[in-house]
C-alpha cells in the first residue's frame, strides 16, 4: 500500500506516523470485510425469492387466529399478526416491509398499520386483516400484483411491473470491475429485504496534514422493493473507520414492462435486462476508481477542512430533507461539539460535520441496525455532495 500527498506542502513526518496507523486499521476492516462478504453471498444465495402473480380478486388476507388448512398442501399453519392467500396458493406470513407495502396500496396510513403490530394482541390482527380485505374488495379486481416470497414469509408486495433483476450475475459484474483494478471487500451487509457489499481501494491518501483516507464503492440493490439498484462512491477516514457515502452513480428503479404471457419469453427478458444492468454496473465502478474520480474527492475533502460552518444549521437542513430524524440530529450534534479528535477531525469544519455523521453510523451499526447505519452514512456523504455543488467540483474536470 502507498501514501499519497495531494497538496504542496511537507507532510514527511506527519506522514510517517499517519500511515503505519492507516494501514493497520486498513487491514482490519479488510480482514473482516471478507469474512462478511462471506456471509453476505452465503444468505443471498440461500433466501432466493419465490414469485407469485395475482389479481387482486385472488388476494384473502388473514389474521394469527386463521387455524384452518393452507390451500392446497394440506398443512395448518399458525401465524403471528397477518398473513396473505393468492388464490388456491399457500398461505404466507407477511414481513412487516410487505406489510407497508399493502397498506401503501390501499391508502391505510402506515402509522394506523405500525400502531395495531404494537399491541401484540390478537384482535389487533383481526381487524387489521377485515380492514384490508374491505379495501382490497373495493379495488380493480384485475389490478395485477408480484407477491415474493422466502420460506413461507412475504417480504415484498409489489406491483407485477417490478422488474425483478437476478442478484447473481450483477454481483458477479461487480466483483469482476472490483477485483480489475484492486478493490477488495471491507463491509457488507444481507438483511430480510435489501443487502449492500462495501469495495476498498488498499491504497492511502493524505489529501490534509494527519487526515488519511481511502476511497472506495458500495454495491446495494433491494429484492422487494426496499431501495432501488445504486452504486455510490464511498471514503473511509482510517483514524476511526467512518465511512461516508456519496454520489450516486447507478440508479435504476425496479420498474419495467407488465410481465408477458409467455413465461419463457419473460424469463429471457429478466436476463438480457439483468445482463444490462450488470454492464452498467461495470462501467460505474471504473468511472467512480479511476484517477479523475478520486482527484475530485481529495480535492473535495481539502475543501470541506477549510469550510467553517454552522452545524446546527447543517444538520437542521439535512433533517428537512428527511435524510436524518431529530433525534439523529441532536446526537450529531452532540458528537460534533465534543473534545474528540481521533473519532473526528480538528475544527469547526464540513469535514467534522461529515465524519460525526459517520461517526454516529457507527453507534447505530453497533446497536445493530445496519440499514440505519447505512442512510446515516449516506447522510455523511451528502454534506460533502452539497458543498462540492456550492463550489462547482460536479462540473469541474479533475
Partial sequence: ???????????????????????????????????????????????????????????????SEFDGEAGDDGEAMDYHGVAIQAGDDHLAGLHSHALGQVSKTLGIPVKYIRALEETGEPWSADL??????????????????????????????????????DSGP???????????????????????????????????????????????????????????????????????????????ALGQIHLGGRLADDIAWSEETRRLDTEASASKVTDAVNSKLGEDAIAREIRLIQIADEEGIDASQNLTKLQRKGLISKADSAEATEIYNSADIETLPPGNTMWRLSNALSALANVRRDEGDEPRAVELEEAAGQVLTDLGKRRGLDKEAA
Fill in 128 to 165: 387489521l386483516a377485515h380492514n384490508l380485505n374491505q379495501l382490497n374488495a373495493h379495488n380493480n379486481p384485475r389490478e395485477r400484483f408480484l407477491l415474493r416470497e422466502v420460506d413461507g414469509e412475504v417480504r415484498g408486495f409489489l406491483s407485477d411491473r417490478f422488474r425483478r433483476l
Fill in 170 to 248: 450483477i454481483l458477479e459484474s461487480f466483483a469482476a470491475a472490483c477485483q480489475s483494478v484492486g478493490a477488495v471487500p471491507v463491509g457488507s451487509h444481507c438483511g430480510d429485504t435489501r443487502w449492500h457489499i462495501k469495495m476498498l481501494l488498499p491504497t492511502i491518501y493524505e489529501p490534509v496534514e494527519n487526515e488519511v483516507v481511502a476511497f472506495g464503492v458500495t454495491l446495494q440493490n433491494s429484492d422487494y422493493g426496499a431501495g432501488k439498484l445504486s452504486l455510490k462512491m464511498h471514503m473511509l477516514r482510517l483514524w476511526c473507520t467512518n465511512f461516508a457515502i456519496r454520489e450516486e
Fill in 1 to 63: 500500500m502507498a501514501l499519497y500527498h495531494h497538496d504542496a506542502r511537507d507532510y514527511q513526518v506527519a506522514a510517517g506516523a499517519a500511515a503505519d496507523k492507516a494501514r493497520r486499521r486498513l487491514e482490519e476492516q479488510i480482514a473482516k470485510g471478507q469474512g462478511a462478504l462471506e456471509a453476505t453471498i452465503a444468505r443471498m444465495q440461500a433466501e432466493q425469492p419465490r414469485d407469485i402473480v395475482a389479481p387482486r380478486g385472488a388476494l384473502r388476507f388473514w389474521s
